[in-house]
């Protein structure tokens, strides 16, 4: 059932994302920066939570988890630590995800050519 | 502000392309992004089952999910096997963490032959950068809204 359900969710977003790239001039990035705000919006509602409690990888997989989880790094500072916290709790909370990403970005950009 | 002034030849190529353009229905586009980005979340939703069967927390087994979509999503940019994913999946494949590694090899192996610093560190970020640069804004700005006002 919950793989079904993050099946569903994960799609839904995506077909949403194609009708609004079909539709619009929007580039990839424009849609996935677009995505990172309003993860980060439903996040500060409170709105983002449940719905990882709900679809699980269906909606911390899309991008716009990064959003959610800068979020809620800096409301967490923000309660730790003050406004140090507000700056440190969302790239502490998101560096793990980053740092695999630049690492592993890196390397594959290293090791691999491109095709053609 | 400026408009750009467009010659006759450049609207007649302009209305040229439109023409020319592959016409590819719309529903079959959102079928084929419904598809992919469900199944790239699946594949997320079963590594993270399997880690929390072995006993991790809910939360460390999520960002191990994305870690590893991210590796597997750098070694398939690197074999050339995400472009087709991409090729076939459109947002599909955008939105997904698999699409934002994507968006960092692909460029970092094009703009390698540019040299290691401007090139392939540099063209990482194309579009990651704005990606990190607007999600911190609005984390900072969202979240901070929340913390001081409710």
Known sequence: ?116 | MLKERESPQAKRYARLVEQEKPRVSLGFNILRAFLVGGSICLVGETIKTYLISYGMSVETAGIWMSISLIFLSALLTGLGVYDEIARFGGAGSAIPITGFANSIVAPAMEFRSEGAILGLAARMFVIAGPVIVYGLISATVFGLIRSVLL
Not at chain 1, 8 to 22: E, H, K, S
Request: glycine share 16%; aromatic share 12%.
């Open chain 1, 1 to 116: 059932m919950n793989y079904l359900l993050a099946f569903l969710f994960g799609g839904v977003i995506c077909a949403i994302g194609q009708v609004i790239l079909d539709k619009s001039k929007l580039t990839q990035a424009d849609l996935m920066v677009i995505l990172v705000i309003f993860g980060s919006l439903a996040s500060a509602l409170g709105l983002y939570k449940p719905l990882v409690d709900m679809f699980g990888a269906g909606a911390s997989a899309p991008v716009s988890n990064f959003g959610h989880v800068l979020t809620q790094g800096v409301i967490e500072g923000y309660q730790e630590n003050g406004f140090f916290g507000v700056l440190q709790g969302g790239m502490a909370k998101a560096a793990a995800v980053l740092g695999a990403s630049i690492i592993f970005g890196f390397f594959a950009g290293l090791l691999f050519r491109p095709k053609g």
